[in-house]
């Protein structure tokens, strides 16, 4: 089953516009992963942000942890075509061992 | 040149053959892992390894077996294929399970094969 669940399953924007999308777990967690996914190819490794952590940034990333919502958000700050792939949370719960991915935000970034 | 690499990148075969998938990696991470990504259902973890000789089962594991005799290579078995596992097969490595002595368990992912069981 899985522990993360992406919202929305797909968003298209225009370039320079900001995405935002959002990932919900079940359990608590030791910490949370962004994945991003082009097409045809392997995951590439955004962002973690661990469990006492509420907000961290990278370049135009920006991910937010709430935990007593058990919710987190990626936001994309001016987007551009190259961003146009799959996006995807990843958990490592709480006193677990396996990191499990959601199924995923299809983002389209539009010229 | 160094990286996670996998091997073929696409394959066809029939129901009921077997069929191996490669895996190699260059860091000398300690785990490795095999998943699977179908519409619909994202990516499920179908083996793990923490180490040579380490091996534990995934989300879904029956139908394939995995062996890690070398740090570097973790091999995906379909012993006999169904058209069910007809699928997207990623393999991925970390440093570590958790954050563990400054190490992290970010995981990178080899390019994936394709695999298609007719």
């Known amino acids: 089953s899985q522990q993360g669940e992406e919202d929305p399953q797909a968003l298209s924007i225009q370039e320079g516009e900001n995405a935002t999308m959002n990932c919900s777990y079940k359990?608590?967690?030791?910490?949370l992963q962004w994945y991003r996914q082009n097409s045809g190819r392997g995951l590439v490794h955004l962002i973690l942000?661990?469990?006492?952590?509420r907000e961290k940034h990278s370049g135009r990333l920006r991910v937010t942890l709430d935990t007593s919502k058990k919710s987190s958000s990626l936001l994309i700050t001016a987007s551009r075509a190259a961003d146009t792939a799959s996006y995807f949370c990843?958990?490592?719960?709480?006193?677990?061992?396996?990191?499990?991915f959601g199924t995923g935000t299809q983002l389209k970034v539009e010229l | 040149d160094a990286g996670i690499t996998q091997s073929p990148r696409y394959k066809i075969t029939e129901t009921g053959r077997q069929v191996t998938l490669m895996c190699h990696q260059t860091?000398?991470?300690?785990?490795m892992f095999w998943y699977r990504q179908d519409l619909g259902h994202g990516l499920r973890l179908i083996y793990y390894?923490?180490?040579?000789?380490?091996?534990d089962k995934g989300e879904v594991p029956d139908g394939y077996v995995v062996s890690r005799s070398k740090t570097e290579n973790f091999p995906l078995t379909l012993e006999s294929a169904t058209r069910s596992q007809t699928s997207v097969y990623f393999c991925?490595?970390?440093?570590?399970?958790?954050?563990?002595?400054?190490?992290?368990?970010?995981?990178?992912f080899g390019p994936g094969t394709r695999l298609t069981v007719l």
């Open positions: 991925a490595s970390s440093e570590s399970r958790g954050e563990v002595a400054g190490k992290t368990d970010t995981q990178y």
């Open positions: 359990t608590s967690i030791n910490n």
């Open positions: 942000i661990r469990s006492n952590e």
């Open positions: 990843a958990t490592l719960p709480g006193g677990g061992n396996k990191l499990t």
């Open positions: 860091w000398s991470h300690s785990y």
């Open positions: 390894s923490a180490a040579a000789d380490i091996t």
